[in-house]
């Protein structure tokens, strides 16, 4: 049974876009009919949901290429699908770090405002000259 990319969407969850951009970037293969319709099986569709999920919980794309190869390999050893989790857990609890020290300098400097009519503005002020000290390396270096 196959279906079009509408159906194959509405089942999955995977707006038709996306589903072209991850035909666009193998992580899906879809069929051309003669006419040039794409056409998605049942396990298309599958492979759809398992992107979709993956993506819900932030993995990147690299990261589900990998899970996915591992999802189809019956061989795998379930170690290699935990080690990626694992190092995403990290990456997850980095970000949520640098989150937080994102928010407590806004707060600070929220603090220091005073809000009212006045035209000086800690905020602004802190904005345009501090060194910002939850940036990371790769953070400071897209600032600059």
């Known amino acids: 049974m196959s279906m079009t990319i509408g159906e194959a969407s509405a089942a999955s969850g995977v707006s038709a876009k996306m589903i072209r951009h991850y035909e666009a970037i193998g992580l899906v293969s879809?069929?051309?009919?003669?006419?040039?319709?794409?056409?998605?099986?049942?396990?298309?569709?599958?492979?759809l949901r398992?992107?979709?999920?993956?993506?819900?919980?932030?993995?990147?794309?690299?990261?589900?290429?990998?899970?996915?190869?591992?999802?189809?390999?019956?061989?795998?050893?379930?170690?290699?699908?935990?080690?990626?989790?694992?190092?995403?857990?990290?990456?997850l609890e980095e970000k949520a770090a640098s989150m937080r020290a994102m928010a407590d300098s806004l707060r600070h400097l929220a603090a220091s405002c005073h809000g009212d009519q006045r035209p000086d503005c800690p905020i602004l002020d802190g904005i345009a000259s501090q060194e910002l000290p939850f940036a990371t390396t790769e953070q400071k270096d897209s600032l600059s």
């Open 30 to 47: 879809g069929a051309r009919l003669a006419n040039g319709y794409r056409v998605y099986t049942p396990n298309d569709v599958s492979v």
């Open 50 to 91: 398992f992107i979709r999920h993956a993506r819900a919980l932030a993995f990147p794309l690299e990261d589900i290429r990998k899970l996915l190869g591992l999802w189809r390999d019956e061989s795998r050893a379930s170690a290699d699908v935990r080690r990626i989790a694992l190092q995403h857990v990290a990456a």
